[in-house]
């Protein structure tokens, strides 16, 4: 992912674009090519519903799709049934598109990380922090009786989260605390489902999952893949189920060490965590933890899925 970073007299203002390849900048020189783009631009669709909405020649439209796509600038995200067969869904890159020229000289000390903050978008506003951080109680609580150990992957988000706010007010609750008017709110929630009653809660909801019957094994949706180690951890990023228009990041794992290995995904790929083709941006990844130096604390991960 490449981003555009913008100075202004209230900071830094950070934006995807796409890079085109300079030689392939022309294909925008067509005024058909510019009306597929806005209509894409608008949202997600096939050839077919672009050619309606132009009353174009669906040929004519797929034409100027696949040259967009050639260059970039548009993008397969998936296929939807349709009568008789299945309909290419395109949708826009990037709302900013980049021509380079020659390489040039490049600025290497930005105190913006765009990717993080592109990621963490719907969670900050105004510089201030738009979610409540839920940890799990260290008194033993809940269906299962546990108590949470995670405090220490809390502290490790919440420092790198201090980066990107100027107002560092406190906003987190112990899981015991939430009550059900806060359930819709953006929510960062840590831990795993025994010790955080709050993961548990939307447990179901959640792509991957745990499997509460069989040792709360991590399960995948999308691929049905099971894990069972301790040091597997899951990054998902999805709309709150209790309000859609809010979004809830869950960092979790069977035990400390899973958890820990999904904060360090963020810590170290965001860009990959990041890179994501769904329609509505949601992330889910499944991560295995790393002691690269070998003093017994995890501190990579390797992408599972």
Known sequence: MTYFVE???????????TVVDSRKAGVLGSDLS?????????KP???????????EHEQKIYYHVRRLEGAGIVKLIGREKRVGSFAKIYSVTSPYMTVKLFEGDHVSDLKTKPAHVDFFRGFIKDGRLNATIVVGSPE???????????????IDLALMLGTFVKDASPNYKLDTEMRDEDMGQNLILIGGPKANIIIDRINASLPVYFDTRKDFNIVSKMSGSVY???HVGMVVKMRNPYDAKKEI???????????KAAVVAMMRHMRKLNDVTSKD??????????????DGKIDDVEFLE
């Open 249 to 259: 990041l869950v960092l979790s794992g069977k035990h400390f060490n899973g958890t």
């Open 34 to 42: 510019l009306r597929v783009l806005i209509e894409l631009s608008k």
């Open 228 to 230: 069972s180690v301790d």
């Open 281 to 294: 941006g949601s992330v889910a990844r499944v991560v295995r933890g790393i002691d690269r130096n070998s």
């Open 140 to 154: 033993p609580h809940g269906k299962y009786g546990a108590q949470a150990y995670d405090a220490p992957a809390a």
């Open 7 to 17: 100075e202004t007299e209230d900071g830094q203002k950070v934006f995807k674009t």
């Open 45 to 55: 669709q096939c050839a077919m519903d672009v050619a309606r909405r132009l009353k």
